[in-house]
């Protein structure tokens, strides 16, 4: 789960709601198209249900649960048209974020490239829950140079939705990543933020078509497995 900017005037207990169910929902404890209980959730935060509730609607709104009327709040369920247009819109408004960056220090392109060096020997010593915490650090740590706090947390909820779809073909993550990071990088430390965005598309083009790949293969075995 990307971790959220902070907000000073979002209740605590809602908060710890929120991020409960979110995480759950992501790391695929809570599966797609199933029922929340509210009061399963209410034991396991320590809370009422009031906070519950309220945390329900905050993610209705953000897209990761749907009520159903007299059937309660379930789990988005996973679909390739979601997928597809979740990718489009993640594409604009991430690529969007790099045409509009602030120049990158030296010591900020060290840093980004350091996190890459990081990536590479985590990949290959096996430990990907590092990886995928270093490839978050990465690509917020350009995003936020855009200076814009409402992008970032449209981006924030869009990576989310994408983190449920990605755990489905984590085996079919592409090699080519890491060329693309360091193609990303070097037009941003030439300073040219326009040719960044392009790689960036670029990248998130690849990563689409390799997650749509392995939705089809899991949706597949899943009928299998059913029939």
Request: charged content about 30%.
């Given at each position: 789960v990307v971790p959220r900017s902070k907000s000073k005037v979002d209740d605590s207990s809602v908060e710890q709601v929120i991020t409960h169910i979110r995480s759950c929902i992501v790391s695929g404890k809570y599966p797609?198209?199933?029922?929340?209980?509210?009061?399963?959730?209410?034991?396991?935060?320590?809370?009422?249900?009031?906070?519950?509730?309220?945390?329900m609607r905050a993610l209705e709104s953000e897209g990761l649960v749907t009520y159903i009327h007299n059937r309660g709040v379930w789990v988005t369920p996973l679909s390739m048209s979601d997928l597809d247009d979740l990718y489009r819109i993640r594409i604009e408004l991430e690529s969007g974020a790099v045409a509009n960056s602030d120049k990158f220090s030296e010591k900020e392109i060290a840093e980004l490239e350091n996190i890459l060096q990081k990536m590479a020997e985590f990949r290959e010593s096996g430990e990907d829950s590092k990886v995928i915490r270093l490839n978050i650090d990465f690509h917020f740590k350009i995003y936020r140079k855009t200076n814009s706090p409402r992008r970032i947390k449209l981006i924030e909820q869009l990576w989310d939705h994408a983190d449920r779809y990605q755990r489905l073909s984590l085996k079919y993550r592409h090699d080519a990543a890491d060329v693309e990071h360091h193609e990303i990088l070097k037009h941003l430390a030439a300073g040219n933020n326009l040719q960044a965005a392009k790689a960036l598309a670029t990248h998130l083009e690849t990563t689409a078509r390799l997650v749509r790949a392995g939705f089809d293969v899991d949706n597949s075995q899943t009928q299998i497995a059913h029939n």
């Amino acid at each position: 789960v990307v971790p959220r900017s902070k907000s000073k005037v979002d209740d605590s207990s809602v908060e710890q709601v929120i991020t409960h169910i979110r995480s759950c929902i992501v790391s695929g404890k809570y599966p797609a198209d199933t029922k929340l209980l509210p009061k399963l959730i209410a034991d396991e935060c320590g809370t009422s249900f009031i906070p519950v509730r309220e945390a329900m609607r905050a993610l209705e709104s953000e897209g990761l649960v749907t009520y159903i009327h007299n059937r309660g709040v379930w789990v988005t369920p996973l679909s390739m048209s979601d997928l597809d247009d979740l990718y489009r819109i993640r594409i604009e408004l991430e690529s969007g974020a790099v045409a509009n960056s602030d120049k990158f220090s030296e010591k900020e392109i060290a840093e980004l490239e350091n996190i890459l060096q990081k990536m590479a020997e985590f990949r290959e010593s096996g430990e990907d829950s590092k990886v995928i915490r270093l490839n978050i650090d990465f690509h917020f740590k350009i995003y936020r140079k855009t200076n814009s706090p409402r992008r970032i947390k449209l981006i924030e909820q869009l990576w989310d939705h994408a983190d449920r779809y990605q755990r489905l073909s984590l085996k079919y993550r592409h090699d080519a990543a890491d060329v693309e990071h360091h193609e990303i990088l070097k037009h941003l430390a030439a300073g040219n933020n326009l040719q960044a965005a392009k790689a960036l598309a670029t990248h998130l083009e690849t990563t689409a078509r390799l997650v749509r790949a392995g939705f089809d293969v899991d949706n597949s075995q899943t009928q299998i497995a059913h029939n």
